[in-house]
Structures are given as C-alpha cells and as structure tokens.
C-alpha cells in the first residue's frame, strides 16, 4: 500500500520560512518524480515545484527563487523549503508521485498517481 505523508505545515508570519516533508512507504520514492502543489480557496491546485529521479528540480515563477524541493532517496523523503513567506502562499500543500511515463507531464496534477493527504499553510500579513 502506497502512502505520502507529509509534515511541517503551520502558521507562519509573512516573511517567514517553514520546511515541509513528505514521506513514502509502499514505493522507492526515488523512482519517481515528486512534485508539492497547493490549492488554496476558490483555486485550482497549482504546482509549486517538482523533483525528478534524477534531482532536477523546477519551480513556477510564482515560487522561484522562494522555495526549493529536494530529496533524500536513503529516507524516502521528500523536502520542500519555503522562504520569504507570503499571504498569497496560503493553501493546502499536497506532495504526489508521479512514474515515470513515456511523455511529459510534471506540472499537471492529473499526471500524478499517488497524493498526500495535504497540509495546511497559512502565512498571515
């Protein structure tokens, strides 16, 4: 049985830095692409970064420069560091797992096949 789940999640004020994780059992999360999204009210889920097997990260331009994914594959763990905390970065944050496939696909949730169960995060102003 597959399961993410992630950690870390809180109430941060805005410019400040939380670290979440997420972590695998039931896979080798280090055969997989690993992305975090978010969805906050009203949105539809975003992707905020994603990590390939082989360790290449990408980030949208809402996040880059912010935030930074990274993997420890020995703890079948997956980081996503946030810095400089906005209001506007307030949602649920979901990891997933994606296989690999024969095309491209990363930064669409529908692409995924297996989820967290998501973390709120909430930076006030």
């Known amino acids: 049985q597959v399961q993410l789940v992630e950690s870390g999640g809180g109430l941060v004020q805005a410019g400040g830095s939380l670290r979440l994780s997420c972590a695998a059992s039931?896979?080798?999360?280090?055969?997989?692409?690993v992305g975090w999204f978010r969805q906050a009210p009203g949105k539809q889920r975003e992707l905020v970064a994603y990590?390939?097997?082989?360790?290449?990260?990408n980030y949208p331009d809402s996040v880059k420069g912010r935030f930074t994914i990274s993997r420890d594959n020995g703890k079948n763990t997956v980081f996503l560091q946030m810095n400089s905390l906005r209001p506007e970065d307030t949602a649920v944050y979901f990891c997933?797992?994606?296989?690999?496939?024969?095309?491209?696909?990363?930064?669409?949730?529908?692409?995924?096949?297996?989820w967290g169960q998501g973390t709120q995060v909430t930076v006030s102003s």
């Open positions: 990590i390939t097997r082989a360790g290449t990260a």
């Open positions: 039931g896979i080798i999360f280090s055969r997989n692409t």
């Open positions: 997933a797992a994606r296989w690999p496939r024969d095309w491209s696909g990363e930064g669409s949730p529908g692409e995924y096949d297996y």
